[in-house]
């Protein structure tokens, strides 16, 4: 009898403990998802490398390299979050471009020039609309080298005063770079000043003349009136007939 007590007892006590043990227990840690990789940094692009094979054009980049400013553009491009969006003269605005001259310009105002083909803001096409309404902007040649944007039916066209021009095509647009070929030099009124020579009139439309084979209006004028008039005289002839037939028949008879 006491072995079988002493056998409950243990019984008892080690349920005791199992469910002292399994209150006590800490619950598993839950499982957590694995961390995304970050999304890799854009690459940098390289302005030299772009210019060089697009356009063609080697006169901007001539001038950005021996000003230095092409160094102001890639650390714009490459160390900030807002991005640039330059603005590129084709090779042959540069050689349209005969006044001003450009070969007159200083140093400084050469570089002053280079850097207001450029804003210190990455702009897609579609921005140029609400961009439009924000009157001038500025320019990396300061406050008060700006620009005035228009878009009309989506061509975005440039006004500096000295030049009125557009975006001719898109050469790189991607956050945070954007390149654009506009048609002319981006001259600033601030190096030329306000004294702008009058633009040039337009040449007047081709008159396009009829051909030569074509009747002219005088002709059938004519050709129209002339079957008119016949019918007219024909018609005016055909009573004297049978006046004339009378007449004589009368003196036959008195004869």
């Not at 619950?27 to 094979?53: D, H, I, Q």
């Not at 030049?163 to 001719?168: A, G, I, L, P």
Request: net charge neutral; charged share 15%.
């Amino acid at each position: 009898m006491a072995k079988m007590q002493l056998s409950i007892f243990i019984a008892v006590v080690a349920l005791l403990v199992c469910s002292a043990s399994a209150k006590t227990a800490s619950p598993p840690a839950p499982v957590l998802p694995p961390t995304p990789a970050p999304a890799p940094a854009p690459e940098n692009v390289n302005l030299t490398a772009l210019l060089s094979v697009a356009g063609p054009f080697h006169t901007f980049l001539d001038y950005l390299l021996s000003t230095g400013v092409i160094e102001t553009f890639q650390n714009q491009a490459n160390n900030t979050e807002e991005g640039i969006t330059i603005f590129v003269p084709k090779d042959d605005a540069f050689k349209a471009q005969k006044n001003p001259s450009l070969s007159n310009l200083t140093k400084d105002q050469l570089k002053q020039l280079v850097l207001f083909h450029a804003l210190p803001h990455y702009y897609s096409l579609s921005e140029f609309k609400n961009l439009s309404q924000s009157g001038p902007v500025s320019t990396f040649a300061g406050g008060q080298y700006s620009l005035k944007f228009t878009d009309v039916s989506g061509t975005v066209r440039i006004d500096s005063l000295w030049t009125r021009t557009k975006v001719s095509s898109s050469v790189f647009s991607t956050d945070p770079v954007a390149v654009y070929q506009v048609n002319r030099v981006l001259l600033p009124e601030a190096i030329f000043g306000t004294d702008v020579p009058p633009m040039p009139a337009p040449a007047p439309a081709p008159v396009v003349s009829a051909p030569s084979d074509s009747p002219s209006a005088d002709s059938d004028g004519a050709n129209s009136t002339s079957p008119k008039s016949s019918h007219k005289n024909s018609g005016q002839k055909l009573p004297l007939a049978p006046i004339a037939m009378v007449l004589s028949g009368l003196v036959a008879l008195f004869l």
